[in-house]
């Protein structure tokens, strides 16, 4: 990280504003942008965020289910405890790591939220392709966990690709949108994918 990127992290207004309000990231304003517009996360709801830490977006989502509601965050590494968020650490690929979770929520979930990322290469195709299998695995674990009317949210650099994943999640929800919050920064080639009312 370079001193021009950490002088210019300093001037981004919203992770200035994430850090007064005591958010781990700012990527926490993408995941209010995008719940406000879709309605992504009622109260009471039980949420699994994958790819979690350091955690921002498993704050939100406790504030957004409230009391009444359960949130797990699920991450290959280590995360820093959050009240009222239980933590899973492992590889959401192996069927021992689900069957973790759903010890937990018995029931199922109501929201599946991912905001994983690649190690970035600088290779935009390759970094573009490691994105969207991240995608696929989020999607085909959301396909074992999420109720019937279930929602999901998946974070995707965008490209040639795109199209094929977004076409596999219309085959699973009845509503799918595409969406670059404001948060986002301009410059990046990131979307999230929205599917709203899982179709067992």
Same mark, same amino acid.
């Not at 929201?111 to 190690?119: G, N």
């Not at 279930?150 to 965008?158: S, V």
């Not at 085959?171 to 404001?182: A, L, N, S, T, Y």
């Given at each position: ?16 504003? &994430? ?50 509601? !359960?949130?797990? &965050? ?80 998946? !974070? ?10 977004? &076409? ?33």
């Amino acid at each position: 990280m370079t001193k021009q990127w950490r002088a210019a992290r300093r001037r981004d207004k919203y992770y200035r504003k &994430a850090k007064k309000e005591h958010y781990r990231s700012r990527a926490v304003y993408k995941l209010k942008q995008i719940d406000f517009k879709y309605d992504l996360i009622a109260q009471g709801s039980t949420v699994v965020d994958l790819g979690a830490s350091p955690g921002g977006w498993s704050q939100v989502a406790a504030e957004l289910v409230g009391p009444a509601g !359960k949130v797990v &965050a699920m991450d290959i590494d280590r995360m820093i405890p959050i009240p009222g968020v239980s933590f899973i650490r492992g590889d959401i690929r192996k069927d021992s790591v689900v069957e973790r979770l759903l010890e937990l929520v018995p029931e199922g979930v109501d929201i599946v939220i991912s905001d994983m990322s690649p190690d970035i290469s600088g290779n935009y195709s390759y970094d573009h392709a490691r994105s969207v299998e991240l995608c696929e695995h989020a999607l085909g674990f959301s396909k074992k966990v999420l109720k019937d009317g279930g929602n999901f949210l998946c !974070k995707m650099f965008y490209g040639d690709m795109s199209k094929g994943f977004v &076409a596999k999640v219309k085959k699973d929800f009845g509503e799918v949108h595409i969406d670059h919050p404001r948060a986002s920064r301009s410059s990046s080639s990131e979307v999230y994918v929205v599917g709203l009312d899982f179709i067992r």
